[in-house]
């Protein structure tokens, strides 16, 4: 079956090209133009992602995403945020309220199915409930079940604020996270007054990973991720 999008952007021009796009990646695409309409429409279509627009009329794409998370239908529905350049802090207020990704502007097509690949295919995977404990990548190997880290067949000492937080990381590549949200989500109620600075906590964590720091991805201006693999 097509999965289907909903797409949500007040300019007619991007619109019509992503609709256009998509439809040939075989994709079932229902549009909006504004907000109001838009969160209507993605309520009566439960589609299988939706790319919303930050600013739009009568409801910004940050509200929407806000009011998806809070309803239990739609709560793990994947969002894509599309932004303009220099709108790093309305990014970062995005990802906060729950968006799974975003894509600036100007944009091509591959970037953008791309990442709407790797987000379903995401989604799919913590579907299945792969939450798992033992994460291996390149040379690394995770395992928060026996608290252990190696990095490339050696042990490598991270402490127990260090291991959630690359855990949490690997256990969603590609994925980018806000300061805030490693916070609460990896570090949460475990941390410490003197756990709170996570730039601190991935400095130390990309010093113990050598070779393998590259991993762990810094985005100017919004958060970490871990690096995707390459399919
Ligand atoms: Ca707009």
């Excluded at 040939?24 to 695409?29: A, I």
């Amino acid at each position: 079956m097509k999965k289907s999008i909903v797409v949500i952007e007040d300019e007619s021009d991007i619109l019509e090209v992503l609709k256009y796009n998509l439809e040939r990646e075989g994709y079932r695409v229902r549009t909006c133009r504004d907000g109001e309409s838009g969160l209507r429409l993605v309520r009566e279509e439960n589609p299988d992602l939706v790319l919303l627009d930050l600013m739009l009329p009568s409801l910004d794409g940050i509200e929407i995403c806000r009011r998806l998370r809070e309803d239990p239908v739609t709560r793990s529905l994947p969002v894509i945020m599309l932004t303009a350049k220099g709108e790093e802090s309305d990014v970062v207020l995005g990802l906060g309220v729950g968006a799974d990704d975003y894509v600036t502007k100007p944009f091509s097509t591959g970037e953008l199915t791309a990442r709407i690949r790797a987000v379903l295919r995401r989604t799919e995977l913590s579907e299945i409930g792969q939450e798992q404990e033992r994460v291996e990548r390149d040379g690394l190997v995770i395992d928060v079940g026996r608290h252990l880290v190696t990095v490339d067949g050696e042990r490598a000492s991270l402490t127990a604020t260090e291991l959630r937080l690359l855990h949490f990381l690997a256990t969603h590549p590609g994925r980018v996270f806000t300061r805030d949200l490693l916070l609460g989500r990896a570090i949460g109620e475990h941390a410490f007054v003197g756990d709170r600075n996570i730039d601190v906590h991935i400095r130390s964590i990309r010093k113990k990973l050598g070779d393998h720091r590259d991993l762990l991805e810094t985005i100017r201006g919004v958060g970490y991720r871990f690096r995707e693999e390459e399919s």
